[in-house]
T-cell receptor, first 115, second 111 residues
Framework: DVKVTQSSRYLVKRTGEKVFLECVQDMDHENMFWYRQDPGLGLRLIYFSYDVKMKEKGDIPEGYSVSREKKERFSLILESASTNQTSMYLC??????????????FGAGTRLSVL | GQQLNQSPQSMFIQEGEDVSMNCTSS?????WLWYKQDPGEGPVLLIALYKAGELTSNGRLTAQFGITRKDSFLNISASIPSDVGIYFCAGRSFGNEKLTFGTGTRLTIIP
């Protein structure tokens, strides 16, 4: 079974803090993704990585950065947390390549509250 | 970014009823996926579809890949309390590593 593990289920941070959300997958997947999920807005892609040290902006990258130093780990960084970044954050991974069966597998999510 | 039109947005049903939901897109996809998200958890894959016209079942769940490649349907038969949650469709176009998601259908079962 594919396992995508997010390091924290719940986080409470203060405005202006630097926040790190960590995600690890154990299936040697090429691709990793960070989404945020807000009521009524569905899943919105923040950043996507298709290889170590490679990244691509998603639909809402402002206020976020990412790091992928190792294949299995993809970190989301909030440089200076703001209250409008209070949300559920979901990490996902997929096999990659030209296979038509490129399913994304999700972690359990991190619910971040910025006060 | 683009989002898929998923309907209905929410459903309130009684245990034992059948459920239908669908997703439509302005773009053609070569993969359709259906996920379920339990409260406080991440989405879990239910069914994957790879060919136009394909009909696939997973227990009481049945999903279809529309002939036009622009829509997909999910049916749940004889609903039970553990079916409660949010159901998302997602589409993927050829050569694209990213998925486009629907806005979700929230299913509630009335006791």
């Amino acid at each position: 079974d594919v396992k995508v593990t997010q390091s924290s289920r719940y986080l409470v941070k203060r405005t202006g803090e630097k926040v790190f959300l960590e995600c690890v997958q154990d299936m040697d997947h090429e691709n990793m993704f960070w989404y945020r999920q807000d009521p009524g807005l569905g899943l919105r892609l923040i950043y996507f990585s298709y290889d170590v040290k490679m990244k691509e902006k998603g639909d809402i990258p402002e206020g976020y950065s990412v790091s992928r130093e190792k294949k299995e780990r993809f970190s989301l960084i909030l440089e200076s947390a703001s209250t409008n970044q209070t949300s559920m954050y979901l990490c996902a991974s997929s096999l990659g390549g030209t296979s038509g069966q490129n399913i994304q597998y999700f972690g359990a999510g991190t619910r971040l509250s910025v006060l | 970014g683009q989002q898929l039109n998923q309907s209905p947005q929410s459903m309130f049903i009684q245990e034992g009823e059948d459920v239908s939901m669908n997703c439509t897109s302005s773009s053609i996809f070569n993969t359709w996926l259906w996920y379920k998200q339990d409260p406080g958890e991440g989405p879990v894959l239910l069914i994957a579809l790879y060919k136009a016209g394909e009909l696939t079942s997973n227990g009481r769940l049945t999903a279809q890949f529309g002939i036009t490649r622009k829509d997909s349907f999910l049916n749940i038969s004889a609903s039970i309390p553990s079916d409660v949650g949010i159901y998302f469709c997602a589409g993927r176009s050829f050569g694209n590593e990213k998925l486009t998601f629907g806005t979700g259908t929230r299913l509630t079962i009335i006791p």
